[in-house]
């Protein structure tokens, strides 16, 4: 007998299930049949969630028990099932949909009242044996002040939505929208604007193809798609670490040593590698790790990926939930010490086994009396987050100063610690990613958006070395677009530091630095630079990082989102909203009528963005807010724990108590909003880490 875990990849609820063989007339009858069941399963479900809503904006006495009070037993998705007939705003710049009360975009921070327009084209990419079969019947394009590309074909979709068909401008609204220029956009507003750049679509015979949709149709670059090139086994798992106790529930009737495939080695994983080719190559149905998914899978998917970020999230949290390993047949015991939980983190990860992968985690700070219920995990993530991005560790380095993003240190001068190289630790770092997006922890991890869009897959062209190195960039167009290349005198080559900090310099081609740049080779180079920035000089890491994070995750989970909704999903909101936090606060009995509430709220509406933050944490054991907002704060089994302040006599001297496992801040009733403000900045001035004391 053999125990079926499940952190292998999800059945999908939409598989094809239909014998090929089956007629039309039985196929209608189970569809009917199937249809009716849906129906009535979301009836049931609709009147369980009518019968939770009141517990949604409810106000709970005191003297009712704590769980029953502030946990209402609804889950992240359940939370997003009931968001999805909310109304919504469409965000001008980035086109995400925003709940109605929302004032500026949780994705890009665009105003809600802010208009911004621009032309567009859509261009199909199709690979090289199904282009074949298109081109007798469509016309194909050539790039601007480029070489032809052979894949692109145009879909005359563009339009500009400034001008009325009569190319008069449309000046409605114009006096009560405040404009907004290309120009004027930020770095996170830019890559925002640029999420739906790419998308899969599927034609009529259920294969998928890539998209392009092209703001400046004069400038089409040619695309390319990294993916593993090389059959991924499940390859995962070592021997325990004294930090690390697993324990089954039930027996396991099968041997370990047969059972459990053990991590590779250093020669193993460097048989795998990471693949950079033109779209035009790669089938568009090859997922990042190499996969293949079934063509009987992309329609649905296809659809998936056109419905609002609501819909897509709430489906996405009911396929990782069936990939917990459920906890009556085990979990994990972790212990970690605070002066190593960064190094003690890694280790335990990459030692986990198979069966491990998905298992429910309890954690311990080593002589600490705090138990996990929920916050314990939140500053575990947390705290690892952050050392993750430092420089002490060495695996991330600052990308851009626009908006302080980061990418996988092209330089590791070392290995990790005498016992891990640098590899294994950025596997290490992406199976901490999976499990976060396992585990619905949001994480202060500001990754450049070229690194999620390596993680997803997403085509990349020369337009994302510019979220890399604005300079970089412009210089690399200016390559393009100059005539007398030849009087820069560059060479097919680049500088670098070694793994000893020195200067040296890289080919880019064999002895490119023998070659000069010419203007029959400047496209070339410019490619060949592209390369090295996005892919070569990070191949190792990279390769790495994405086999950690779907040792954990399947690859097609994330298939229906862009790279800012991965972003969304791991980091959270990017700004405290007070009167989110506000809305979405239980209050004790004996606060109703009391005046401290209100200062409470106004002290926190003065407080810079780190100074709530930094409270936040306290309160909750997270620096971060949900996708959802306020609403989604859970407990340590998942489920909905609102932010509940309780009303405490007041003793002269006395502090805010903070219960962050369940999201709970005990408030003295103070006599003066003086006392109330000076307790608070007492607060942040402290260490918001630590479970010695209540």
Request: proline fraction near 6%; charged fraction near 20%; hydrophobic fraction near 40%.
């Amino acid at each position: 007998m053999r125990v079926v875990l499940p952190c292998t990849p999800t059945q999908f609820a939409f598989d094809k299930t239909a014998d090929s063989t089956m007629d039309a007339q039985t196929s209608s009858e189970i569809l009917f049949v199937l249809s009716i069941a849906v129906l009535f399963l979301c009836l049931g479900g609709l009147a369980k969630y009518c019968n939770r809503m009141s517990a949604l904006d409810g106000h709970y006495p005191l003297h009712q028990p704590i769980l029953s009070n502030f946990m209402p037993g609804l889950k992240r998705g359940d939370v997003e099932d009931l968001l999805l007939d909310v109304d919504r705003w469409e965000c001008p710049v980035c086109a995400f949909l925003n709940v109605v009360d929302r004032p500026v975009c949780c994705l890009c921070g665009a105003k809600k009242d802010s208009r911004f327009v621009e032309p567009s084209t859509e261009i199909e990419h199709f690979n090289k044996s199904y282009r074949a079969e298109l081109a007798r019947q469509s016309s194909q394009t050539r790039l601007s002040k480029q070489r032809s590309n052979p894949s692109l074909l145009f879909r005359q979709a563009s339009k500009n939505r400034m001008l009325t068909p009569s190319g008069n401008p449309r000046l409605s609204g114009f006096f009560t929208k405040t404009m907004v220029l290309p120009e004027d956009l930020t770095a996170r507003q830019r890559s925002a604007r640029m999420r739906k750049e790419w998308s899969r679509h599927v034609d009529i015979h259920g294969q998928p193809y890539w998209r392009r949709r092209c703001l400046d149709i004069n400038h089409v670059p040619p695309a390319f798609v990294i993916h593993i090139d090389a059959d991924d086994a499940n390859d995962d798992g070592a021997s325990a670490l004294d930090t690390l106790r697993v324990k089954l529930m039930s027996p396991v009737l099968e041997d370990a040593e047969s059972a459990v495939p053990t991590l590779e080695s250093a020669s193993q994983l460097s048989s795998k590698r990471l693949v950079y080719s033109p779209i035009e190559a790669v089938d568009a149905s090859r997922l990042v790790t190499g996969d293949v998914l079934a063509s009987g899978l992309w329609p649905s998917l296809h659809m998936l990926t056109k419905v609002p970020f609501t819909a897509k999230y709430a489906w996405f949290l009911h396929q990782v939930a069936d990939l917990v390993l459920p906890y009556e047949i085990g979990y994990i015991q972790m212990r970690a010490l605070r002066d190593r939980v960064f190094e003690e983190a890694l280790e335990n990860l990459l030692h986990l086994k198979s069966f491990e992968l998905c298992a429910i985690v309890r954690l311990q700070f080593t002589e600490e009396k705090g138990l996990d219920a929920g916050a314990v995990q939140r500053e575990w993530y947390m705290l690892v987050a952050q050392a993750l991005l430092s420089p002490q560790a060495g695996l991330f380095v600052s990308a851009n100063r626009d908006d302080h993003s980061y990418i996988l240190n092209p330089n590791p001068a070392f290995p990790f610690t005498q016992s891990m190289s640098h590899n294994d630790a950025c596997r290490a770092a992406g199976r901490f990613i999976g499990r976060a997006l396992l585990d619905g922890q949001v994480l202060p991890l500001h990754l450049n958006p070229t690194l999620f869009k390596s993680i997803l897959g997403t085509p990349l062209t020369i337009d994302d070395v510019e979220s890399l190195d604005a300079t970089v960039y412009k210089s690399l167009r200016y390559i393009l677009e100059t005539d007398r290349v030849e009087d820069l005198t560059l060479t097919f080559s680049v500088t670098a530091c070694d793994a000893h900090g020195r200067v040296v310099e890289v080919d880019l081609v064999p002895n490119g630095s023998q070659l000069l740049v010419t203007d029959a080779t400047k496209y070339e180079y410019v490619d060949r630079m592209v390369r090295h920035l996005l892919f070569e000089r990070v191949e190792g890491p990279l390769l790495a990082l994405v086999q950690g994070i779907h040792d954990i995750l399947p690859a097609e989970l994330l298939v229906p989102f862009d790279h800012k909704e991965l972003e969304l999903i791991l980091c959270g909101l990017t700004d405290i909203d007070v009167a989110d936090w506000k809305a979405n606060t239980v209050l004790s009995t004996n606060l109703e009528t009391v005046p401290v509430v209100t200062w409470f709220w106004d002290i926190l509406d003065g407080l810079s963005g780190d100074e709530k933050a930094r409270l936040l944490q306290f309160a909750t054991g997270s620096a971060r807010v949900p996708v959802q907002g306020f609403k989604g704060l859970t407990s340590y089994d998942g489920k909905i724990c609102y932010f509940t302040l309780k009303g405490l006599p007041y003793v002269p001297g006395m502090y805010p108590v903070a219960h962050a496992c369940y999201n709970r801040l005990d408030l003295p009733i103070y006599p003066k909003k003086e006392l109330l403000e000076d307790a608070i900045k007492m607060l942040l001035l402290s260490d918001p880490t630590g479970f010695n004391i209540q």
